[in-house]
């Protein structure tokens, strides 16, 4: 079946680092996103991506959809400690396929 | 608050027993999503309906069962429960639910119902 590949797994970053995080598949999706969820809470969308190649941003996040619409990274920049949690790509094409997580910990 | 409300938000049962799950969509969206998120296997899907009608089947189990009512709300339904089915449910909705690339299919998640089966 359709798999994803998130990495890194986990991430522990100082306050005001940047990071970087990407999904990769053998699958062609036809959308990609990138949501974040906090412990027991739903995962919440941050940036959605529909064309290959779109570079779209939303505040200190930048994500873009690969050009070969089978990958996609996501970046934040000047990370904060409420950034802690952890980050999911998901590609749809139909239904949404989830990468396996990032967990992002930001130290103070 | 993504608008998607999910009842209960916990659920302590027996293995044997039959559950039923509550998903209310935001307003106007017409389509429902259900996952499973568990520690080994991450967030999958397992049933979509759309206006009604079942649109897409993932990974659900036999013993697993959902359906969506005349005003959109849904309920999932899981029985003879064993112990590796507790798990987060997660219910999400969209405007649309088609395959095209669009906003009409972002995805919104409710705060999931928490399911511990003894």
């Known amino acids: 079946g359709q798999q994803l590949n998130q990495s890194p797994q986990s991430m522990f970053i100082q306050e005001g680092e940047d990071v970087s995080m990407n999904c990769t598949s053998s699958?062609?999706?036809?959308?990609w996103l990138w949501y974040k969820q906090d412990p027991g809470e739903g995962p919440v969308l941050l940036i959605a991506l529909y064309k290959a190649g779109e570079l779209t941003s939303n505040g200190r996040l930048t994500a873009q959809f690969g050009i070969t619409r089978k990958d996609s990274f996501l970046n934040n920049s000047a990370s904060i400690p409420s950034d802690v949690g952890i980050y999911f790509c998901?590609?749809?094409?139909?239904?949404?396929?989830f990468g396996q997580g990032t967990e992002l910990s930001v130290k103070p | 608050d993504s608008g998607v409300t999910q009842t209960p938000k916990h659920l302590i049962t027996a293995t044997g027993q039959r559950v039923t799950l509550r998903c209310s969509p935001r307003s106007g969206d017409l389509s429902v999503y259900w996952y499973q998120q568990s520690l080994d296997q991450g967030l999958q899907f397992l049933i979509q309906?759309?206006?009604?009608?079942?649109?897409a089947k993932g990974n659900i189990l036999e013993r697993f069962s959902a359906q969506q009512f005349p005003d959109l709300h849904s309920e999932l339904n899981l029985s003879s429960l064993e112990l590796g089915d507790s798990a987060l449910y997660f219910c999400a909705s969209s405007p649309a639910g088609l395959a095209g690339g669009s906003s009409y299919n972002e995805q919104f998640f409710g705060p999931g119902t928490r399911l511990t089966v003894l």
């Open positions: 309906y759309y206006n009604g009608e079942e649109r």
């Open positions: 998901a590609g749809q094409l139909g239904k949404l396929i």
């Open positions: 699958s062609i999706f036809n959308t």
